[in-house]
């Protein structure tokens, strides 16, 4: 077999780009714990990086693990409504935060999104804009739910979009503003601001 075939060029130019881009994801993770180590914060935590990539079994498929990964953000964008029940799910203004620490989840979803895409080399910023449109479509549906104890905190849910965008510098109230409207995020803050000042209110 001739060494100058064609498929032979095409498969060496293509580990060459696979090895480009496995050199350029090692240079930008040691970037970042170099960043780590002296306390900056960075949007994408090189541990955690680490730490999934070593949770990789043998002989799995990246790409069944990238789909895996995908259905886990959707799994939390639909589950998201759910909070509303808890009668703990409620934001404070005070803290910035909620009762039952459910803020936490904004950082938990971007940093694991963040870690997961940078593993599986796919675009961070374009699947967190379809969680955002995911969660959101999700939200909405709960304002219109019928069911007041199932829309009992949904003001206070709905703040959790901005936390999000509020996280990372992949996202923007721009992106936010495309699929869950300001307006509603300003009547949510409005609500749960009265509400609270009302519970604070001697009892008559």
């Given at each position: ?11 060496g ?6 090895g ?15 960043a780590?180590s002296?306390?900056?914060?960075c949007d ?13 079994k043998d002989?799995s498929?990246p ?10 953000l959707?799994?939390?964008a639909?589950?998201l409504p759910l909070?509303a029940?808890d009668p703990?799910s409620?934001?404070v203004s ?12 904004a950082k938990?979803?971007?940093q ?6 940078t593993i599986?080399?796919k675009n961070i ?7 955002l449109?995911?969660?959101?479509v999700?939200?909405l ?9 199932k829309a009992?905190?949904?003001e206070?849910i709905?703040?959790l ?5 509020e996280e990372?510098?992949f ?12 307006v509603?995020l300003r009547?949510?803050?409005r609500?749960?601001s009265r ?5 604070r209110l001697p009892?008559?």
């Amino acid at each position: 077999m001739s060494l100058f075939n064609p498929c032979w060029s095409v498969w060496g130019a293509a580990l060459q780009v696979m090895g480009d881009v496995i050199v350029a994801i090692t240079v930008t993770l040691s970037i970042f714990e170099l960043a780590t180590s002296a306390g900056s914060a960075c949007d994408i935590d090189p541990a955690l990086v680490t730490a999934f990539s070593n949770l990789k079994k043998d002989g799995s498929s990246p790409e069944e693990e990238y789909k895996v990964a995908c259905l886990l953000l959707v799994f939390v964008a639909v589950s998201l409504p759910l909070l509303a029940i808890d009668p703990s799910s409620v934001y404070v203004s005070e803290i910035n935060g909620y009762n039952n620490n459910i803020h936490c989840l904004a950082k938990a979803i971007i940093q694991v999104s963040a870690a997961l895409f940078t593993i599986y080399n796919k675009n961070i910023e374009s699947h967190l804009k379809e969680f955002l449109m995911l969660a959101s479509v999700s939200l909405l549906q709960l304002g219109q739910d019928v069911d007041k104890m199932k829309a009992k905190n949904k003001e206070s849910i709905s703040l959790l979009m901005n936390l999000l965008v509020e996280e990372l510098s992949f996202l923007t109230t721009d992106m936010l503003e495309t699929c869950f409207p300001y307006v509603l995020l300003r009547n949510a803050y409005r609500e749960v601001s009265r509400a609270s000042v009302l519970s604070r209110l001697p009892a008559h």
